[in-house]
T-cell receptor, first 111, second 117 residues
């Protein structure tokens, strides 16, 4: 079946880069997303990548996709305390509307 | 604020009671989704509407769960005879009909947190 896996926790120092990794099983995934969830708030879409792309950069965010290995990563440059949150990887297969989410990676940024 | 809204934000109920949640999507969005999120997990898909038609239901949606979107605008999710295992955050999301620059982005509401005692 469809499955999305993420490491559960990442701790980084303020100003360093953070890299959050995700693996998925559904090879028909067309869009791959990164969402951010802060305490008490809903999910906010940070960025997405289409399956025919290898990389996408958006300001401090860089998404890398290795379609062969079904591996997705999110790099946050110059990580700030405001980046502390839970980050979810999600996939969507073409023609289907539901998103399949990972369990989330909790990012803790310390001084 | 023109985002997705959900009501109530919190609901505490006793086992066996019925509860109903409401979701108001972004006004021009004709697609509406319900997800459930338990502690330490990512959201799990429950059901999807395009306008008033319920087009997909997860096997997670037992017979005790029913969702409606009668006029293609707001939606309700009802849980009958609640069980302790129903305790979770219930999230609603909406999206426009056509793919936009964000790959048919689903915009999420703040959620309704249900606690079943």
């Amino acid at each position: 079946g469809e499955d999305v896996e993420q490491s559960l926790f990442l701790s980084v120092r303020e100003g360093d880069s953070s890299v959050i990794n995700c693996t998925y099983t559904d090879s028909s995934s067309t869009y791959l997303y990164w969402y951010k969830q802060e305490p008490g708030a809903g999910l906010q879409l940070l960025t997405y990548i289409f399956s025919n792309m290898d990389m996408k950069q958006d300001q401090r965010l860089t998404v890398l996709l290795n379609k062969k290995d079904k591996h997705l990563s999110l790099r946050i440059a110059d990580t700030q305390t405001g980046d502390s949150a839970i980050y979810f990887c999600a996939t969507r297969a073409g023609g289907y509307n539901k998103l399949i989410f990972g369990a989330g990676t909790r990012l803790a940024v310390h001084p | 604020d023109t985002g997705v809204s959900q009501d109530p934000r919190h609901k505490i109920t006793k086992r066996g009671q019925n509860v109903t949640f409401r979701c108001d999507p972004i006004s021009e969005h004709n697609r509406l989704y319900w997800y459930r999120q338990t502690l330490g997990q990512g959201p799990e898909f429950l059901t999807y509407f395009q306008n008033e038609a319920q087009l997909e239901k997860s096997r997670l949606l037992s017979d005790r769960f029913s969702a409606e979107r009668p006029k293609g605008s707001f939606s309700t999710l009802e849980i009958q005879r609640t069980e302790q295992g129903d305790s979770a955050m219930y999230l609603c999301a909406s999206s426009p009909a056509t793919s936009g620059r964000m790959g048919n982005e689903q915009f999420f509401g703040p959620g309704t947190r249900l606690t079943v005692l």
